[in-house]
Nanobody, 119 residues
Framework: QVQLVESGGGLVQAGGSLRLSCAAS????????MAWYRQAPGKQREFVAT???????NYADSVKGRFTISRDHAKNTAYLQMNSLKPEDTAIYYC?????????????WGQGTQVTVSS
């Protein structure tokens, strides 16, 4: 089993910044991919950013140029640096990891961290 624990959420004014962290722990061979998703009230969960392998990244159009995903492989931790935050970025942010075990590959989710951006 793998546990993903997010941290770093909070309340910030529009234009401000936050840095989210997602730490993976448990028994596994490696983590192939880590990503961030978010879910705003009354909306479906949506993709935010992903990092594949060492440094291949991809972003939702709505966050390009403002958010940066990165990863510390030694710590099995992913980060999401969020700058120039907007009220529409308000959501619960979830970490996702695609994890390789000895005989299988599985998808895991964290419990989420709340980000609230005030206008």
């Amino acid at each position: 089993q793998v546990q993903l624990v997010e941290s770093g959420g909070g309340l910030v004014q529009a234009g401000g910044s936050l840095r989210l962290s997602c730490a993976a722990s448990g028994s596994f061979i490696s983590i192939a991919q880590m990503a961030w998703y978010r879910q705003a009230p009354g909306k479906q969960r949506e993709f935010v950013a992903t990092i594949i392998g060492a440094d291949s990244t991809n972003y939702a159009d709505s966050v390009k140029g403002r958010f940066t995903i990165s990863r510390d492989h030694a710590k099995n931790t992913a980060y999401l640096q969020m700058n120039s935050l907007k009220p529409e970025d308000t959501a619960i942010y979830y970490c996702n990891a695609f994890v390789k075990h000895t005989f299988s590959t599985r998808d895991y989710w964290g419990q989420g961290t709340q980000v609230t951006v005030s206008s």
